[in-house]
């Protein structure tokens, strides 16, 4: 990586993933001459430890992006929209991890081991993809390129950690409610903004965002256009069911795909995973061996196994795929993005 020292700005860095990116930082030693961490007027003045050194979060305001090289972003879509482009203005590349620029024709939607290229495109601002998104391409991908995708059919099984510190709070009131035999009213899922709320702990919820016209969810759209977005396909066949688990940490998907290519075996399918960066094949059913959340939470890989042959069609596979959604599925991904920047030498 460049040796350049570069000013680091995180905007939201009290949050969840915010949090998350500071961790990823230090952990990658990624080079950093100053750092800016901003948050909304309500969280500044906390502090936060980076490196064994204390910082105090500042209010997040246009002026705060001066001299900042690098801005990662991840407090909301209203924020980005916001104070993206007054950073940009000033000088700093935004890698943002909200829905607001996603599928902004002019803003590369990047996952660095899919498309690292499209980031030689950017006119000062980068999406982070949606975290199920994220880490459904980069297993995808390298059967993409070695054998064509037509069809890619998605139901996931996504943690509450993806609906914010507020809903892993539920989850575990709800969870110690019930046990005690103590009633509760759900009031943030299966979205905090919606009708109606129900109860997550011991259930399972098929809604993640708001219901659109066409019967989809808006994160079942999200991973339906991002997919077609990011691998250049916009002829792709990409269907999605989201669904929210009394999960903390963890987004799992069951994928079926049919490729362009006869004749491929599971172990074609093998060696093109044991082959892909940042993924990892965990897929010896006769051993109980597969990917599951527990065991993916902390580690920024996607973990692929369960991958078989369709029964009817010759050119369809089924998988099962899994990822820390708040390290690959938002702050690793960001980070990555940035540290792509500085290889490619796109940082001024």
């Known amino acids: 990586m460049n040796t350049t020292e570069l000013n680091v700005a995180v905007v939201g860095a009290t949050g969840a993933v915010g949090q998350q990116m500071l961790e990823t930082l ?66 700093a590349i935004v890698v943002d991890n909200t829905s607001a620029y996603r599928m902004d024709p002019e803003v590369p939607l990047v996952v660095p081991e899919v498309n690292e290229e499209d980031l030689k495109l950017h006119k000062g601002i980068i999406a982070n993809p949606n975290c199920s998104t994220i880490q459904m391409v980069a297993a995808l991908e390298p059967l993409r390129k070695a054998y064509g995708l037509k069809k890619v059919i998605v139901s996931t099984y996504q ?28 009031n943030v899922l299966p979205v905090k903004g919606d009708k109606k709320h129900y109860q997550i702990a011991y259930n399972v919820i098929p809604q993640i965002d708001l219901f659109q016209e066409n019967g989809f969810t808006f994160e079942e759209m999200k991973m339906i256009n991002e997919t077609k977005k990011i691998m250049h396909q916009p002829d792709l066949k990409v269907s999605a069911t989201c669904v929210r688990l009394p999960v903390v940490t963890g987004h799992s998907e069951s994928v079926y795909i049919e ?63 899994v990822s820390d959604n708040l390290l690959k599925g938002a702050a690793w991904n960001s980070v990555q993005i940035a540290e792509s920047l500085l290889k490619l030498g796109l940082v001024k």
Do not use: C
């Not at 993916?296 to 998988?319: C, I, Q, S, T």
């Open 159 to 186: 943690a509450v950690s993806g609906a914010g510190a507020v809903a892993i709070d539920e989850l575990n009131d709800q969870a110690q409610a019930i046990l005690s035999g103590d009633s509760f009213e759900p």
């Open 259 to 321: 490729i362009d290519k006869d004749s491929i075996s599971v172990g074609d399918i093998h060696a093109q995973l044991t082959a892909a960066p940042g993924v990892t094949l965990q897929d010896v059913p006769e051993e109980q061996i597969y990917p599951m959340p527990a065991d993916a939470v902390g580690k920024p890989d996607v973990f692929v196994g369960r991958v078989r042959k369709d029964l009817d069609e010759d050119n369809g596979f089924h998988m099962w795929i």
């Open 26 to 91: 230090e952990k990658r030693d990624f080079p950093i001459k100053n750092l800016i961490l901003l948050s909304s007027a309500r969280s500044a003045g906390s502090t936060v430890s980076f490196r064994g050194k204390e910082y105090t979060v500042k209010e997040a305001k246009p002026e705060s992006f001066e001299g900042v090289d690098i801005a990662l972003f991840s407090a909301g879509g209203s924020v980005s929209k916001l104070l993206a482009p007054e950073a940009v203005k000033r000088g």
